[in-house]
């Protein structure tokens, strides 16, 4: 992708700006120019090189619509970098790649040269997921594979695992990367709003209805993401599976059928089965989007990342510059839960990057509070699980087994007893026996059974295993 490249002094003056980046903002002559008198609006406050400027850190991967004193509207993603000068903040250098889909056609604002709306609008690629874990290498893989392929594809995991990187690196990695790429969040959108976004309107439909595409067309041989799929009102997955098996759109308010060439990349917080069993995922439905499906592990189940993602997070936030960590402050990041992922580790990282000391050192004193009150909590929930009874749970499954073998045992005497029924059996005693010595504390007993929470419960349900009891 072709990179944009600027640089303002101390002063706020413009001193270089590539060939590219004169493209993509429609400027001729910038050399010289006080960049308040090249972006509007002049509000100094709202010009992120001047907040740069300012503050004498980075700032990375800005998603930013703007608008130049010459008429040109574009979205840009851009990295800004202040520039020191024997420690002295010397002026900002900025590196930008145009975002694709350009919205001047909506706003009636006519170019003076034309260019492609098609171009690539995904941040990330497999270069972004970070990790050497087994079970997230193995998922990148199938990813990766996947990708060549036009094949719907279903992403599962729990807030913050990076399943949209997923489906962002997928397009990129596929034949439909110089098209658009398409996000749609199921559950930001009103659902008396959903369908005119997806399918379109045509003039008349309702109040102000004009002839508007919507955001199927508009990823015409490209990609749409839906994600938090589950929140999708079940009426309007029907309507979505007629397009699927047609490869056609119907605008609201109009008879005329339009031909899409639209791959779908969804994705849900929630295992789907889960979400097919509870009534909020239709099972037709979740069978043609789950052609191919990927589940991304959360983070405490692949600690040995950890690491490696600190790193990286460090890397991208500080522009190189060296910054060490604590023993003890990566120690606790090693040890913490991370229900909210690697989200939730690029902002603590970044929020300790901030506070950091003079030495450059992540320690104690740099951590978030936030964090440092997670941690005790997580620490103190843990504890409340002693080591005996840890023991105890793992003599239960032991025992557990023999129950099996006894029913293998009762197989091949030729007692009516079907596999499933056998493992049902197995399953549950387990968890009943894990329950018992947790008194019932769900989170405790997911914990030693190497399960979340929401995963136990779904088991639990569906075993219809009665937890009142304990």
Same mark, same amino acid.
């Given at each position: ?125 497999? !270069? ?236 104690? !004193? ?105």
């Amino acid at each position: 992708m072709s990179i944009g490249v600027a640089v303002v002094d101390a002063e706020g003056i413009c001193r270089y700006m590539n060939p590219i980046q004169q493209r993509i903002d429609g400027f001729d002559q910038v050399i010289g120019k006080h960049i308040t008198n090249l972006y509007v609006p002049h509000d100094i406050k709202c010009i992120p090189t001047i907040e740069c400027l300012q503050k004498g850190r980075p700032i990375l991967r800005m998603v930013y619509t703007y608008k130049t004193t010459n008429n040109f509207m574009t979205r840009t993603v851009t990295d800004f970098f202040a520039l020191f000068d024997s420690g002295v903040k010397d002026g900002v250098i900025a590196f930008t790649s145009w975002l694709g889909e350009d919205i001047l056609g909506k706003l009636g604002i006519r170019r003076n040269e034309g260019r492609s709306c098609n171009k690539p609008q995904t941040l990330y690629s497999f !270069n972004d997921l970070v990790g050497k874990d087994q079970v997230l290498v193995a998922v990148i893989e199938a990813a990766r594979a996947a990708a060549h392929s036009s094949s719907p594809i279903m992403i599962w995991g729990e807030s913050g695992t990076g399943k949209e990187v997923f489906a962002q690196a997928i397009h990129a990695a596929s034949s439909r990367a110089a098209f658009p790429f398409v996000p749609v969040n199921c559950a930001a959108i009103p659902e008396t709003l959903l369908e005119s976004i997806l399918f379109g309107t045509t003039k008349g439909t309702y109040t102000d209805a004009s002839d508007k595409p919507g955001l199927f067309e508009e990823a015409n041989h490209g990609t749409i993401l839906l994600d938090e799929l589950n929140s999708m009102p079940l009426g309007l997955q029907a309507k979505l599976l007629r397009v699927l098996q047609e490869k056609r759109v119907r605008r609201l308010g109009s008879s005329e059928e339009i031909s899409v060439d639209v791959r779908i990349i969804s994705v849900l917080n929630q295992h789907p089965l889960e979400a097919v069993q509870s009534g909020v995922l239709r099972r037709d439905f979740f069978y043609r989007l789950a052609v191919v499906s990927l589940a991304v592990p959360p983070l405490r189940e692949r600690r040995e990342d950890i690491p490696l993602l600190v790193k990286s997070v460090v890397a991208k936030t500080e522009g190189g510059n060296p910054v060490s960590i604590s023993n003890e402050a990566m120690s606790m990041f090693m040890e913490y839960h991370w229900p909210g992922n690697v989200r939730e580790l690029e902002h603590v990282i970044e929020g300790s990057l901030a506070m950091m000391n003079e030495e450059r050192s992540i320690d104690l !004193n740099s951590l978030p509070k936030h964090f440092l009150e997670f941690y005790q909590k997580d620490r103190k929930e843990s504890a409340g699980v002693p080591v005996e009874q840890l023991s105890e749970a793992a003599l239960i499954i032991e025992n557990n087994h023999r129950e099996l073998y006894y029913d293998y045992s009762m197989i091949q005497r030729g007692a009516a007893v079907s596999l499933k029924e056998c493992m049902n059996a197995y399953e549950s005693s387990c968890i009943n026996n894990v329950l018992r010595i947790t008194g019932g504390n769900v989170a405790k007993a997911a914990r030693m059974m190497h399960l979340t929470p929401a995963g136990l419960r779904y088991r639990i349900k569906m075993l219809k295993i009665d937890d009142s009891f304990y």
